[in-house]
């Protein structure tokens, strides 16, 4: 059962995803190395998973919530008219 993710990110929007969720993912990285609490821990490894996030939906075009909320970015909009 393959269903199909529609596009619902603009183009600036996803290029935008996908470099802050490598940033994100990078950052979360290194301060991993250097954790000194288990509550550091915590935070980081959710600042990889948010980074994680942006990362896929940037690159797939596709967000969940904006489905959910019935978001259309206006560039898309127009396109489709």
Partial sequence: MSTMLTVNIAPIERVGRVVVGLLGVAGGILLLAGAG?????VLEVLLILAGLDLVVTGATGHCP?????GHAPASLRAAKS
């Fill in 65 to 69: 919530l904006y489905k959910k909320l």
């Fill in 37 to 41: 609490s288990a509550v550091a821990v």
